[in-house]
């Protein structure tokens, strides 16, 4: 039987407890798979599947054989309608309010702390904790000691999908005030967070600020692959906010040439530097000659050195 399928209070929980007890009974508990385990089984049910397309699958099944099956042999990454009805059929069940409050839930992501939810949703505290204990009894949301989580990623991936956009958009306008609220009181490691609930909100100049804040917090913190990943968000949104400079306080060639020398750090790969770089020369076009002369002077030190890390050059 699946743990997962049996809401509390299944009378199978007591027959199971009952055959625990019998000392001529063996209990096998299968777990999910490793990563390794699930890749082997993906490359076997699809050999041809391109490298990143089984990444994503190992990733998004979490070791469910079930789920691993489900998604592999899928043109794009949408979830099949059969995995889709199975999961929504187990939330159809759920009282209106707690259907609710797990749509808010899956809007914040796998994971969302408590105080966070509270401040999101619209529910009174009672209805809260009753919705959160029925999802919780039907094995469909688990806690630890500050918040909620789905048990499984690809049921928030249902749940949220199955939100209408508008209600999407407004619930990721609500995460992003809550959580902005946090990091203007100084929590910086929230501002990541914060900026993928602004894009949700359709909000880019603010996502365009918290995506700073956490590009700032990451180059303070010496976390190259932080600093690559919240810079390439940053050049991303440049075209799209008029006041991109003044928000930034640096010039566009500036910024590029801080991301180019953490990609070169990290990678120690000359070709990707360069390809990145010429796609920013794109971006700058002929209206920053300085800009694009530094940025040409850290590409030639960049291939000078055969893509070794460029330091503070």
């Not at 199971?16 to 000392?23: D, I, T, Y």
């Not at 949703?121 to 909620?148: H, I, K, M, Q, W």
């Not at 990623?153 to 902005?180: C, F, K, N, S, W």
């Not at 804040?213 to 940053?234: D, F, K, M, N, P």
């Amino acid at each position: 039987f699946r743990t997962d399928d049996l809401p509390r209070g299944h009378p199978l929980h007591g027959l199971l407890a009952g055959l625990e007890r019998n000392p001529s009974v063996h209990t096998v508990d299968l777990a999910r798979l490793r990563p390794d385990d699930t890749a082997q089984i993906v490359d076997q049910l699809s050999p041809h599947l391109p490298p990143e397309a089984a990444a994503d699958i190992v990733a998004r099944s979490q070791g469910v054989p079930f789920f691993v099956e489900e998604l592999v042999g899928l043109p794009d990454h949408r979830m099949p309608d059969t995995l889709r009805g199975v999961i929504l059929a187990r939330i159809d069940v759920l009282p209106t309010e707690a259907r609710g409050v797990i749509g808010t839930l899956a809007v914040g992501g796998a994971r969302v702390d408590h105080d966070i939810l509270a401040e999101v949703t619209s529910a009174d505290p009672a209805e809260l904790t009753a919705a959160l204990r029925s999802g919780v009894d039907l094995n469909v949301l688990v806690t630890d000691e500050r918040g909620y989580a789905f048990r499984h990623a690809l049921i928030q991936e249902a749940v949220h999908d199955d939100l209408l956009p508008g209600d999407r958009t407004e619930l990721h306008r609500r995460y992003a005030m809550a959580l902005q609220r946090r990091v203007d009181a100084g929590d910086e490691a929230l501002a990541a967070e914060t900026a993928e609930h602004w894009l949700g909100a359709r909000d880019l100049p603010r996502a365009f600020d918290a995506t700073l804040a956490a590009y700032r917090h990451a180059r303070a913190s010496l976390a190259v692959i932080g600093t690559i990943q919240h810079g390439e968000r940053l050049l991303d949104l440049w075209p799209d906010v008029p006041d991109a400079p003044q928000r930034a306080g640096r010039g566009l060639a500036d910024l590029a040439c801080e991301v180019v020398t953490a990609l070169n750090e990290v990678d120690d790969d000359a070709d990707r530097a360069r390809r990145y770089a010429r796609a920013v020369f794109a971006q700058l076009g002929e209206h920053d000659p300085v800009g694009r002369g530094a940025l040409h002077r850290l590409l030639a030190v960049v291939l000078s050195n055969g893509g070794r890390s460029v330091g503070g050059a």
